[in-house]
């Protein structure tokens, strides 16, 4: 197939991102291509090798896929097209046979560790426990028989010839993985009226109170900061940057005005997408933000500057 | 003359207003026709008998002119074209032949008063005050020989035949009084890069924090509040308009976004005109908020939607 | 009697100002004595010639009366006691047997003027206004023949012998006038539950953003703001100081809290008084803004302090 | 030797927590013991088992180490005692006489590896990454012969004996890693001057601009922030507690302040310890937030309260 119709994800097959992948109806007819990392995942997608990759960018326990953002963050420009959110529960996958008696070693994605910490107390106290490069990279550990037992999705089980012993193991009530579709930039698709945008701030850094004004960017228009992050900008410690996802569109006038808005107050600002939110909630508008309240302010100041105000 | 060559003024003639108005270089073309009240001078304006009308508006020692702030706010809109600032002194306007151990009885305009209060109670510690309708009406009651002495300007002596016993008289140091030149709504005068504009607020009652949110879009787009007041909206206690004066013309656009804003987070905000300032001082601009900082902001967002953010 | 059971109060007598004062129920044993002035009324305090001056200080139609609030904000420091509403309506008093249609010449104080404005456009359109230094002196010049009629208090009728003509005169519905009683600094009265504080603010004036800051030290505490006026300071155009009343008494925590705030934020602040609130009406008070909740807080700490927390 | 001279580390022997460990004098009396976790190393603490704990906190590359992070979020309360700052740079670990053309397998800890990464394009494109439980554990699998190469600390060669084939390693400049002692809670040292406070928030969900109120009360207390960090809560996506670093001792009047208007304003807030700044780093305090400052406005509170303001 050509490039226009492979999407990449962060590999290896059999991990939660080909499942979160494969839940999106345009995937079957796309080739797609595992990646050992997400770094390679996007660097395919930038270099025109392939038209989106799947990765994972917010994980409700773990907090943000620090990769993920990162990459997104810095190099060539990318934008984010569609958003899945897939349940996260961990089988534990053993070469058929095995008893819970017999586990002395697991492994499983260091991401995977925190989320099944309280189950392994529980129910395997002894186990050592050693970090995979992914679910399924563990998965096939314990196919070669190098551990025992490898955290991991159950549809891993087949590709790796080993059974689930325990299903829907998480130690964590509702926790969700939270994967983005990224593309090279183009025009974002249309407002569906329940949309996210994200982008990446750098603050002005000699300018303190900086992330106070931009917060005010957000609120004096009325638009919803659904997540904030900071993470090092790498120039040392204490200087970040934030990556932000708001409710609305760019097409909205209240978010486009927040852009201006950032765009003025921030060194720096990295638009990374507007898209559909994948809980399809729609967002509660307060007084003067819609649409209709814009073009009626913008066309009171019109009347103003022609001595018709 | 015709109504568009006349200019209405605050009078009686011999008044500090007409002295301001008189040093505005088209004041020397004008019909210049005193009137009784700033309402009748605007209301002038408002009925087209009168091109424009000079008020005074603000008193370094007694605050806003709450007259004019009030005409301003309500009724058939106006706006403001020029400002003009005048020291405030006053000279003790008396009878030819009296002396100042004879003054029994002052008069003046009752914003004269906290003026010469210090002076007063120094040098006339026993004499009784009244107030007059205006200071030159003081020195018309003098001249009739109501009372011994009015507060007024010197240039009101020969109007009425009276003698200034003393000059300069002002218990501040730096007191001004600030008047403007208003008439019917129509295009404010080009920006000259050194200007005022001027708004009245009425804030959503049914939002706390509403003055606070109102701050923020002047602070947050760099533009510089220069005067702010309260003022009772007449609907009972605790219910305020806020008539507010700030750098730069509405053809800023940082001043256009502010206004932009005001328009939509205001219950309703009027526009009473751009204009040069009298002191001829020029806006120091934060970081963001140039014109081009506008245009860039905008430019980018613009690109943001066609997909080349 | 001795000056501690004295009142004065801004006379003369048959003025708003006294008619409020006596329906304070120790009026009743107490001498009451006009003043020619605010100023005069509070110096006697000042001096100890008196216990309490009862003096007007915002009217819901003309806004704050700048002479009281000036005299609060300078001179040796005075406290609000008590806080007294009135309804506002002026009787146009005549001398016995004139109708309306003889009256040629009207007067009152200056801020009746614009309570009446209305009225008089549409009952005697004709009539020439004048200011008296009071409602009730205008009465008195009624009597004496140089007005045909004034605007006046009802109970100023009987005192200089008119007449009221027409009764229940006011533009605006609902209009009120706040009279304060003063007294010299000392401890307030104990909380009601239903208390006003009042304090006079001077920003640091090399500190922009200085307003936005103050008012969050208010709104950070769940403090209601009730009246904020600026006012002139006297040092030049565009310096002003801020006369506030905000909800609850010194002695809640959360005022305390605000006021501490605010002494460390401005340059200076002047304490008012806490005192009863007029409408007896109880805040709402938001989370976390309790006496209890920053008990609680100050616990906390101490016990962090201790390594306890 | 007993608990209370035993500090347990992020082990295993060898890595850079080890390294910091080492730097503080104390650790020359005390008996080092290494952990498979940041949760057992501190847990070993909160069992009594260990007096501290020196784990890893931040990174200058890759942000705050979660496990950190959320470990001090939950579970029985700790208190920071400590920072070490560590330089980091990675030795490329191989087994004597090994060349790098011959290195086709590397690993390391995995935050060990987007600091390497330009590093590993430039100089071993081909060679493959896996992830190992920790830097030194890395290199104990090359010791193994299970990988070519291993990213460690210098100070890891002798260990595992191994040479180090490449010094000096970090694709970015500056990168510094923060290391905490924590130990159970206790009274804090004595302020230095120079200190730090760290404390994890959790905003009132129901209250939209809960982030923004949060860091006023911060900034209206001239309290530098120097992290923060959205961590979730892991109820659920869009739910995070913040972890916040900021400049100052809980002694110091404007730090105690700021953490009684948190506890008020927040749904929790934990306080996780005052400790000497690694950089010795003085704040710059701003007008009215010295302790002499919060003394006078609590003095002049006091002094109102009892009629002497």
Redesign the interface.
């Known amino acids: 197939m050509s490039p226009a119709s492979r999407y990449t994800y962060l590999g290896p097959e059999g991990t939660f991102t080909e499942a979160a992948l494969r839940s999106l109806p345009e995937a079957a007819t796309r080739e797609l291509v595992p990646m050992v990392s997400v770094?390679t995942a996007l660097d395919a997608v930038r270099a025109g090798e392939a038209a989106g990759a799947l990765v994972p960018i917010?994980?409700?326990?773990?907090?943000g896929v620090?990769?993920t953002l990162?990459e997104l963050a810095s190099g060539r420009?990318l934008?984010i097209y569609r958003e899945v959110?897939l349940p996260i529960a961990f089988a534990l996958l053993v070469r058929p046979g095995t008893g819970l008696e017999s586990i002395k070693t697991v492994t499983g994605h260091?991401v995977a560790q925190?989320q099944v910490?309280k189950w392994l107390a529980a129910h395997l106290p002894e186990a050592?426990?050693?970090?995979?490069?992914s679910n399924a990279d563990g998965a096939r550990l314990v196919q070669e028989g190098r551990y025992d037992a490898a955290f991991a999705g159950e549809f891993a089980a087949a590709t790796y010839g080993l059974e689930p012993l325990v299903r829907d193991i998480h130690d964590?009530e509702?926790?969700?993985t939270?994967f983005v579709l990224v593309g090279r930039?183009?025009?974002?698709a249309a407002p569906t009226g329940a949309d996210k945008t994200s982008v990446v701030m750098w603050l002005?850094t000699d300018?303190?109170?900086a992330?106070?004004?931009v917060?005010?960017?957000f609120?004096?228009r009325g638009v919803?900061?659904?997540?904030?992050?900071?993470?090092?900008t790498?120039?040392?410690?204490?200087?970040?940057c934030f990556s932000v996802d708001c409710e609305g569109h760019?097409?909205d006038r209240r978010v486009?005005d927040v852009?201006?808005?950032l765009?003025?107050?921030c060194r720096e600002?990295?638009?990374l997408g507007s898209y559909p939110r994948a809980d399809e909630v729609r967002p509660t508008l307060e007084?003067?933000?819609t649409d209709g309240?814009?073009t009626?302010?913008?066309d009171?100041?019109q009347r103003?500057?022609?001595?018709?105000?």
């Open positions: 770094a917010e994980n409700s326990v773990e907090g620090t990769a990162d420009p934008m959110l260091p925190p910490r050592g426990w050693e970090s995979a490069a964590t509702n926790a969700v939270r930039p183009a025009r974002p002005r300018h303190p109170g992330l106070l004004e917060l005010h960017e609120s004096s919803n900061m659904m997540r904030i992050e900071s993470r090092p790498g120039e040392g410690i204490g200087r970040y760019l097409q486009a852009l201006m808005g765009r003025r107050s600002v990295r638009f007084p003067g933000t309240d814009f009626a302010a913008a009171w100041v103003c500057m022609d001595g018709r105000g």
